[in-house]
Nanobody
Framework: QVQLVESGGGLVQPGGSLRLSCAASGISINGMGWYRQAPGKQRELVAAVSSGGSTVYADSVKARFTISRDNAKSTVYLQMNSLKPEDTAVYYC???????????WGQGTQVTVSS
């Protein structure tokens, strides 16, 4: 059974940092990544990393967020620095057969950036 377990969300002040983690089990995967969905908006890709280490980022998070993965642990991380109020959203871990993953989803973790 496929399972993606997320952790690391929370409340942080503008300019602060958070680190999200997502551990996958029960599947053989290529891409792992993070999406986010803010209230009233569509879900959007934040960042993704392939099994070979190739990464892709949304323009809005480049130079602030870093995605990485530990293939031995089937775990993906999202280091978020210089957080802004507009980063507030539910963040979803995703995994799949393609480098931009869409096959499997985590339950979501809330990230709130507010003073």
């Amino acid at each position: 059974q496929v399972q993606l377990v997320e952790s690391g969300g929370g409340l942080v002040q503008p300019g602060g940092s958070l680190r999200l983690s997502c551990a996958a089990s029960g599947i053989s995967i290529n891409g792992m990544g993070w999406y986010r969905q803010a209230p009233g908006k569509q879900r959007e890709l934040v960042a993704a990393v392939s099994s070979g280490g190739s990464t892709v980022y949304a323009d809005s998070v480049k130079a602030r967020f870093t995605i990485s993965r530990d293939n031995a642990k089937s775990t993906v991380y999202l280091q978020m620095n210089s957080l802004k109020p507009e980063d507030t959203a539910v963040y979803y871990c995703a995994a799949g057969r393609r480098s931009i993953p869409v096959d499997y989803w985590g339950q979501g973790t809330q990230v709130t950036v507010s003073s």
